[in-house]
């Protein structure tokens, strides 16, 4: 304890206050003495470094946890999301500047609702990366039966004139690029992500799903499409070879930018089975992971899905299915319960579904101080994160999306965007929705194993993100 006080009050001028004792001859102790006391703060200040002694004064993460804003937040998101004053004000909002707006990009006079609309959290010199979104996943006409937008979210290089001309210019053009006024870093992700939520809450609110992706991803918009419909059974109910073979739709390309994608392709053969019920428990049952962390939330989706099902008996197979599950263990308080008093997974989820969906992680905070994510303990005092999406692809429905807009202006900042947002779905009671085929890595490529993958991570070089994408398109999986 004597060298943690010592360290406290020398701290960082260690190194400089041992030169100094230990050259002042003038000093009454012998020199040995003042090489061990030297050893030992060197020793303290290394152990410091590594975090040693934060460990000791992390609180425990658990049911206890808070975080500011510390109290009950939903009255006053409801009150906002009425356009109704809340009872107490925000306490962080992202004010920056909307440099390049395009306030009409959702305005589409074909299309009152997107399916999907993607939002690119893309670096601003990163210029040869969306030109290859753009072809490949981003291309918003890939198929005219599914709406979908594309937009790319840019932060500044102050005193960079050139690289914003040349911004001004693809935004001209594309007519795609939102650019906010804030510097473009990695620490200032959080407000990258909160001032795209606050422009789709203000200029684009006509959309089912909202999916964030870094600009450096391979997305498989067919996977995606696919996955929205039934998440809780993706990709098992893919899988049924013999029910669906009769129903399977060759899905060619018409040598037009525009294909046809069907929503009831694969799902007739499902419910043509006389054991629907049957079925439907077994493929809840499978999706089951045996990772631990990840288990527990499964386990929870699963008992959530499971405990409240009931079949509608006249189901006919061609018609939109609805699996209704009205469900009471979520029922906590007043709020969730009117909120999803009966979430339903159907598919063709229903509007109010709080999806928020992407590889789940829980982890610790880094204390190590050369850690590109190193948090002290002011700025986050407990020992594990909450559960948090990584950040690099994950999708919202709409009501979830709107709940964590709302609900982040009840959250203190926090600069890493993914804590921030899992802290967020903490806050409004949102389940975060685990799905292993958001590869948060590089998903090993060959032209097989990509049947699946919603997004893999690693594909900041241009060339290969479309020769990938091109591959698995030809496959029918992209
Ligand atoms: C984030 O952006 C703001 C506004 O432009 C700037 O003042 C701040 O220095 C940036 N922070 C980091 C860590 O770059
Ligand atoms: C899907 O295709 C089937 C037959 O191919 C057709 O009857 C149905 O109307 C189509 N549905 C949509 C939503 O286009
Ligand atoms: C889910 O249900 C099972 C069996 O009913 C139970 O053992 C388990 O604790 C439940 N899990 C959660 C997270 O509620
Ligand atoms: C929940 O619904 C009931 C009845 O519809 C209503 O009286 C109550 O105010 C609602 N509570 C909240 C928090 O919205």
Redesign the pocket.
Known sequence: MFFYYNYISMNNKTRKLCKILCCNSTLLISRTKLKYVCICIGLVTLLDFFGAFTHFFEITYDSNFVYPYEGNV??FV?ALRHNEKPAVNPINEYNYMFLINNEQKCVDSAYNTFRVVYVVKSAIENFERRLAIRKSWGFENRFFDVPTKTIFILGVHPHDDEIQAKVNIEAAKYKDVIQVDFIDTYYNNTIKTMMSFKWLVKHCPNSKFYMFVDDDMYVSVKNVLRFIRNPANYPDYLKEPKKFEAHKREIKDSGKNEERYNNTDTQDGIYNSNKKDLFILEKLKETISTDPIIHELKQNNYNKTLNTISLDNDLKPSSNVKLELVNEQIMQN??T??RTKRQIFDFELPEDVRLYAGFVLQSSPHRHKSSKWYTTLKEYPYHLWPPYITSGAYILSKEAFLDMYYTSLYTKHFKFDDIFLGLVARKANIELFHCEEFHFYKKDYTKFNYKYAITSHGYGNPRELLNVWNEQKAFGNA
Request: proline share 0%.
């Open positions: 939903h009255e409801n007043e709020y319960s009117n």
